[in-house]
C-alpha cells in the first residue's frame, strides 16, 4: 500500500508521471481503438524494444565491447513456480473470495433484506442516467486523473489551509469562556438595553 501511495502522492515525479502517461495513453487509444488493436500495438511495440536491445548486446559480443550474455537474465532467473503450500493457500483465498461474493449476490438478488434490494436497485436506477451521458472508458479516464491529482491536491491544500486558519485567528484573544461585561461568555453580544430604540 505504501508504493501505491508513494506513486499517487507523486513523491518519485518520474515513476509517477510514467504510470500516469501510461494509463492515459492507454485510456485515449481504447477511446479510438479496439483493445484487441491496442493490445497487439503494445505487446508489438515491446517486443521491438526487447529484441532491438537484444541484438544491440549481441552486436557490442561480436564487436568485442560486451559479454554478449542477456539482458534480461535476471528476469529470466527469476523462480515463477509455486510450492504447494503457495498454491492451497492462493487456491483457498480465491475460493473464499468467491463464496463471499456469491452469498452478497445472493442476498441482494433474491431479496433476502427488501431495503438493500431497493438501494442497490436505486444506484443501478442512477447508473442508467450515468451511462446515457458517460460511457465507462470516459468516467475510467476520469477516475485516473482524479486519482492522481485529488491525493496531491488535498496534501498541499490541507496543509496551506492550517496555516490559514492559525494565522486568522487574532493572537490577543484571551479566556473567551471567562465572563464579559454581562455576565455571559466573553465576546457574546451585549443583549440590547430597554428604552435604547
Known amino acids: ?11 518519485d515525479t518520474k515513476t509517477s508521471g510514467v504510470v500516469f ?20 500495438h503494445v505487446a508489438l511495440l515491446l517486443l521491438c524494444g ?10 557490442l559480443h561480436t564487436v568485442h565491447r560486451g559479454d554478449g550474455s542477456n539482458p534480461f537474465q535476471a528476469y ?16 483457498q483465498q480465491i475460493a473464499s473470495r468467491v463464496v463471499v461474493a456469491a452469498t452478497q449476490l ?8 427488501l ?16 451511462g446515457a451521458v458517460f460511457n465507462g472508458l470516459t468516467l475510467l479516464i476520469l477516475g485516473v486523473i482524479g486519482l492522481f491529482t485529488v491525493p496531491l491536491l488535498y496534501r498541499q491544500h490541507q496543509v496551506s489551509a492550517t496555516g490559514t486558519q492559525v494565522a486568522l485567528v487574532p493572537p490577543n ?3 473567551l469562556t471567562a465572563p464579559g461585561p454581562t455576565g455571559g461568555p466573553a465576546g457574546a453580544p451585549t443583549p440590547p438595553q430597554p428604552g435604547s430604540d
Request: charged share 20%.
Open 1 to 11: 500500500m505504501g508504493r501505491l501511495a508513494d506513486l499517487l502522492y507523486w513523491k
Open 21 to 40: 502517461t501510461g494509463l492515459m495513453v492507454s485510456l485515449l487509444s481504447l477511446l479510438h481503438f479496439s483493445i484487441v488493436s491496442v493490445a497487439a
Open 50 to 59: 526487447t529484441i532491438s536491445l537484444r541484438v544491440y548486446r549481441k552486436v
Open 76 to 91: 529470466l532467473d527469476v523462480d515463477l513456480t509455486l510450492t504447494r503450500e503457495q498454491t492451497e493457500r492462493l487456491s
Open 106 to 113: 445472493r442476498h441482494f438478488l433474491l431479496v433476502e433484506d
Open 115 to 130: 431495503v438493500d434490494s431497493l438501494k442497490l436497485a436505486l444506484l443501478f436506477y442512477i447508473l442508467t442516467f450515468v
Open 173 to 175: 484573544t484571551g479566556d
